[in-house]
């Protein structure tokens, strides 16, 4: 009977790292709530808006192969600290007006801020994999996702419902103040995982004292890349996150301008659409682990499927009129929850195919093509504007199609994969007792 692996102080750091997640993504989030404000205060078009919110994502998700390539060779403990520090001191400068007074210094900090949100993702799933077996990286991805979207909910909400009473500024400086404290104690607090621990090949050996050696090689990118798994998992990520690079930060605006109604209202339709997401995540990881260990190929399968079948409330949400509330809200939920389908479990598929001194660079890949079309997003539907809110909306569902199709790509390669990974991880666990 395996023993368990995870101590006391382990729980209490995976909790801290939830916290700062949560708080770090929030920052994310909160421009996309205070776009009218934004362009009045500066008097800048929305387009440009777009532009600094695109900025914000594809500078960072670049950024994140330096730190990634840096997880997979030292300490990663101190690298996310540094990572969660660089994301909230500017978010915390962004909400102090001496610093925001033109818009080339709003734009700066916040793309400062986007290179610490890049460089948290690969850093955090290196991480989280050493702290989890196979079966059950899942539902801890989910754990993350959840933070994901509790942070942008709580983004959205401070600014959303904040913004008319006390002004855009205090947003920033509610959600990156606290975190500044919280990375300083993980700091002091949290231990490094051994690199390799949760392997089932080598946790025995790791137990008794001896070490994973293996560190990663600028050659080895041609190993990553020859992985089918990870190509096709990396390829969905382009079309699949330019719905929600276009629709999270443009809906807001949409249903304010398109639909006429109160900024309140208008948050309070984007919270369902992420309450959907946050329970569809979570449901959905549990049901993904279930159906991983009767055949992996079964989950990647699912993500397939509940990414397609989403599309179906996402479009009603968008071309339905407001005459019953109750029916629209639902319609957001259940779009939000059958389209997150992917968003835990693709972690967990990338961590099990995958070697523990490559997963830091392979996740800092995903981060960029995970993130492009997200980043692109907010440029996207500026540009989209003047052909209308709806069909911008519209344009940005239909890219979730090509999405669930590569998702059937992965579902017939992932076995291959993992037993390729499996054999490698035993003939490194002989040479460790040589």
Request: contains cysteine; charged residues 15%.
């Amino acid at each position: 009977m395996r023993k368990p692996r995870m101590s006391a102080r382990d729980i209490t750091t995976l909790g801290l790292l939830f916290v700062m997640t949560t708080l770090l993504f929030a920052d994310q989030m909160i421009m996309s709530a205070i776009l009218p404000e934004l362009s009045k205060e500066y008097a800048v078009s929305e387009t440009l808006l777009g532009l600094i919110g695109s900025a914000f994502i594809l500078i960072g998700a670049a950024m994140s192969i330096i730190f990634g390539y840096i997880a997979d060779k030292a300490a990663r403990k101190s690298l996310l600290v540094i990572v969660i520090l660089l994301g909230e001191v500017p978010c915390l400068m962004t909400g102090i007006p001496f610093f925001t007074q033109t818009i080339g210094s709003f734009a700066a900090l916040r793309v400062l801020s986007g290179i610490g949100l890049g460089g948290v993702y690969p850093v955090t799933y290196s991480i989280l994999a050493d702290f989890f077996r196979e079966e059950h990286r899942a539902t801890a991805s989910a754990w993350i996702t959840l933070a994901w979207s509790i942070g942008a909910v709580l983004g959205v909400s401070v600014a959303g419902y904040l913004t008319n009473d006390f002004g855009w500024r205090l947003s920033f400086i509610l959600v990156g103040a606290p975190n500044i404290p919280i990375a300083i104690f993980f700091a002091m607090y949290a231990r490094e995982p051994e690199r390799g621990r949760t392997e089932e090949a080598l946790e025995d050996l790791i137990q008794k004292g001896l070490a994973y050696r293996q560190v990663i090689h600028p050659r080895d990118f041609r190993i990553i890349f020859s992985n089918k798994t990870n190509i096709y998992t990396f390829l969905q990520g382009l079309p699949g996150t330019v719905p929600w690079g276009i629709l999270t930060y443009w809906m807001i605006t949409f249903f304010q301008e398109y639909r006429g109604v109160s900024k309140e209202t208008a948050t309070t339709i984007f919270l369902v659409l992420g309450a959907g997401s946050t329970v569809g995540s979570v449901a959905f990881a549990y049901l993904g682990e279930w159906l991983y260990k009767k055949k992996p190929s079964y989950m990647p399968a699912m993500c397939g499927a509940g990414v397609l079948a989403g599309i179906i409330p996402a479009m009603l949400l968008i071309n339905m009129d407001l005459s019953n509330m109750t029916a629209y809200m639902l319609m957001g939920f259940f779009a939000g929850a059958l389209v997150s389908v992917a968003a835990a479990n693709v972690k967990a598929i990338l961590m099990n195919v995958n070697r523990p001194e490559h997963r830091g660079t392979v996740f800092s890949v995903f981060n960029i093509t995970d993130n492009l079309g997200q980043g692109m997003g907010p440029a996207i539907g500026g540009l989209l504007v003047p052909m209308g809110h709806l069909f911008m909306m519209n344009f940005a569902v239909l890219w979730w199609v090509p999405c669930g199709l590569l998702f059937f790509m992965v579902a017939r390669h992932i076995g291959s994969d993992r037993n390729a990974l499996r054999s490698l991880m035993e003939k490194r666990a002989r040479e460790m007792m040589d």
